[in-house]
Structure formats: C-alpha cells, structure tokens
C-alpha cells in the first residue's frame, strides 16, 4: 500500500509537470515526437543478466536528450507526459509483476539522468550531440542513472522481506550491460545522423542493439533452462518419496538468505543454491533394496550426492560444497576446521532445520536444535545469520 501511494503520488506529480512543460514548449511537434518515443519504448523489454528485463526507455531517453542538447523541458517533460501510458502499457503487455519490477525504479532513474545531463550541459556549454564532451556526459548521466534505479529496485523489491537488501542490490548491479547497450546504441544513432542520413544511421545503430538484444536473451534463456533442469534433478527424491515434497525448495530459499545474510555473495550464492537443491539428491541410491537395507548415514548420503554431481564438470564446485556438508566446522582443539567452507554449513544447517520443522518442531525448537549443535557441528555464525533470516521473515523473534 505505502508503494502505490509513492507511485501514484510521483505519478501524478510527473504528469502535472509534463503538460505544464508541453504546453511552455513552443516546438509541440517535437515535444509531442518526444512523447511518442518514450511512450513506444515501453513496449519492448530489452532482456538483462538478473532475468527482470529493462523498457527501452534508456535507449529513447538519450536520443532526446543529445537530440534535444540537454534540453530538461524536453528530456523530462515529454517523460513525464508519457509515463502514465508508458505504465499503462508495461501492465497491459506484460503484467503485473513486470510492471513492479520497472516503477518506480525507471522514473527516478529518468529523472535522475535527465537533471545531471541538462546540469552537465548548461555547466559545461557545450553542444551535447557535437563533440567527445557530450558523449562523456552521457556516459556520466547513464552511469548514474543505471546506479540510482539499482538501489530504488533494491529499496522497493517484494523480496526485501525475505532477503537481504545488500543480496538485491548486487543483483541488480548485474543488469548494466543492458543500461551499456542501450545508451551506446542511442549515442552511435544520434552522433551518425547528420553524417550519414537517419536512415542509416537507425541501420549502423540496430546492429549492435540487435545483436546485444539476441546475445542477452540467450543468455538468460540458457540461464532459465539450466536452472530449471537443476531444480527437476532436486525433486527426484521427492518424487520417489525419499523426502517430504518442496524440501529442495525450502532448503535453497534460506540457504541463499542465510549465506547473504553471513556476507557470502556473487557466484558463491548461485553455488550453495545449487549445493542446496540437489543435496538429498544421493537418496536415490536406496532405491536398491540392498542399499536400503544396510547401515547408511546423512553423511553417506552426501558422498553419494556429490559422487553423482561431478560426473558433470560444470557441477564440480557444487559437488564440493554438498561433500563437505556433514562435516563439522570444526574438531576438538580447533577453532575452525579450514577444509570446511561456509557454503557447506549454511547447507547443512538449513537442511536440518528444515528437516526438523518437517518433523513437526516449532521455529523455537528447531533453532535450539542447531544451537546445541553449535560447538563442534554448526558454526555458530551461520546459526546466527539464520536467526536473523527467520526473524526478518517474522518466523521467530530475533
């Protein structure tokens, strides 16, 4: 509720200054030009890294405002006119939960980007899409830009309840080849036009944009496929009732919170998810009767999951993590065992506290349950982060 009152609130406020801004203009057609540019662009999402996707609104905003020499009137006003459709448009086409993902985030990133460019551009008195300097300033005013919407993402995410906001941040840090692409190309556009004919230059521009366009969306549907197939093997155990059904995906939703929240990034959180998903994934070795029928222990099951992992290459450094996990952080005499890392402890705590709220334990109890654990078998750093995880999520008190 607090967010659609700041969106509606900016909403209006933007489109109030958009018209007033229309109507000062004395080039409507241009002004109306500018309108029509920022209201299209919405209608394609240029594909990125973190899968959210961007509007071309990037790309449209730094025609016009080399285009327009900085000017505010234009850069803004016409934005502002234009938002209320634009918004339309992302809901309409793409849905609700695009439409959270851009706004408000890409507003005040636009509006960001258009205060320093036009700043840049009185301060400097240069002509914007004439030399080396306006090219700069653009770089200078998208870099901002592209930074000021990250944080707005990370500060307005859904998943701030359930994540830490330093792990949505770094994720959206991801999408700048997006921003680069787009802000590129409407520069190549815009300094070729004189020179070649608009034509062209929309021809010499769409090259690159076509193929940074097709590049990305493989990547992220290679990333989709790929993940999708991580998490079918992980519901192999449930499937044949090894496990309760949606452990994989319990085990790896607190797995990457609590490896954030105890400061672990980058690839490393991609690893323990995977580490997380497929970790029961040796239980089908008691497919075989004879298997089942012997003496076995969470640690054999470990060993058979990561022996199955790194038959594929790519899954080696997950395997690793899934064939450390059952062993302690550390032994008598020892402060911390150094062959044991982080991600390994952060998958078997989770795991077992999941596997005692399945058993039927209370948050309370299945907490107390790793505490105990914590001389020798669970680090009580991750513990901790686990604690704070919970309490965040309202699960427990902190």
């Given at each position: 509720m607090h967010e659609r009152i700041l969106v509606a609130g900016s909403v209006a406020a933007l489109a109030v200054t958009g018209l007033v801004a229309g109507v000062y203009w004395s080039?409507?057609?241009?002004?109306?030009?500018?309108?029509?540019?920022y209201a299209a662009a919405h209608l394609v999402l240029f594909p990125n890294p973190s899968g959210r996707g961007v509007t071309l609104v990037p790309g449209a905003a730094a025609v016009i405002a080399l285009g327009s020499n900085g000017s505010a009137v234009m850069v803004l006003g016409a934005a502002a006119v234009a938002l209320p459709i634009g918004m339309a448009v992302v809901h309409l086409r793409f849905g609700r939960r695009t439409f959270?993902?851009?706004?408000?985030?890409?507003?005040?990133?636009?509006a960001v980007f258009g205060g320093v460019f036009a700043a840049g551009v009185t301060?400097?008195?240069?002509?914007?899409?004439?030399?080396?300097?306006?090219?700069?300033?653009?770089?200078?005013?998208?870099?901002?830009?592209?930074?000021?919407?990250?944080?707005?993402?990370?500060?307005?995410?859904?998943?701030?309840?359930?994540?830490?906001?330093h792990l949505l941040l770094s994720r959206a840090l991801e999408d700048w080849p997006a921003y680069a692409a787009l802000i590129s190309s409407a520069a190549l556009f815009q300094f070729t036009d004189e020179a070649v004919g608009i034509v062209w230059a929309a021809v010499l521009a769409g090259l690159p944009y076509g193929f940074s366009h097709i590049s990305?969306?493989?990547?992220?549907?290679?990333?989709?496929?790929?993940?999708?197939?991580?998490?079918?093997?992980?519901?192999?155990?449930?499937?044949?009732?090894?496990?309760?059904?949606?452990?994989?995906?319990?085990?790896?939703?607190?797995?990457?919170?609590?490896?954030?929240?105890?400061?672990?990034?980058?690839?490393?959180?991609?690893?323990?998810?995977?580490?997380?998903?497929?970790?029961?994934?040796?239980?089908?070795?008691?497919?075989?009767?004879?298997?089942?029928?012997?003496d076995y222990s969470d640690r054999d099951v470990a060993g058979w999951s990561a022996a199955i992992i790194s038959e594929a290459r790519y899954l080696e450094p997950v395997a690793e993590v899934i064939a450390a996990e059952q062993e302690p952080y550390r032994?008598?005499?020892?402060?911390?065992?150094?062959?044991?890392?982080?991600?390994?402890?952060?998958?078997?705590?989770?795991?077992?506290?999941?596997?005692a709220m399945q058993g039927g334990m209370t948050a309370l109890e299945a907490m107390e349950v790793l505490h105990?654990?914590?001389?020798?078998?669970?680090?009580?750093?991750?513990?901790?982060?686990?604690?704070?995880?919970?309490?965040?999520?309202?699960?427990?008190?902190?």
């Open positions: 080039a409507g057609p241009w002004f109306a030009g500018a309108v029509c540019l959270d993902r851009v706004f408000p985030s890409e507003p005040l990133g636009l301060a400097l008195r240069i002509e914007a899409d004439a030399d080396a300097a306006g090219l700069l300033l653009l770089v200078a005013a998208g870099i901002v830009w592209f930074g000021v919407a990250a944080v707005a993402r990370a500060v307005w995410s859904r998943q701030a309840e359930t994540l830490p906001r990305l969306h493989r990547v992220q549907a290679t990333r989709r496929t790929y993940r999708q197939t991580i998490e079918a093997l992980g519901k192999i155990p449930e499937a044949g009732g090894l496990v309760p059904p949606g452990t994989a995906e319990r085990v790896a939703d607190l797995s990457v919170a609590t490896a954030a929240e105890a400061g672990l990034t980058g690839r490393m959180l991609a690893r323990i998810e995977f580490a997380a998903l497929l970790h029961d994934l040796g239980r089908v070795v008691l497919a075989n009767p004879a298997v089942a029928a012997g032994r008598v005499g020892e402060v911390r065992d150094p062959g044991v890392p982080m991600s390994s402890q952060v998958v078997r705590a989770v795991a077992v506290y999941v596997a105990r654990g914590a001389a020798y078998d669970h680090d009580p750093q991750v513990v901790a982060a686990l604690r704070r995880v919970l309490a965040r999520r309202g699960v427990m008190a902190a």
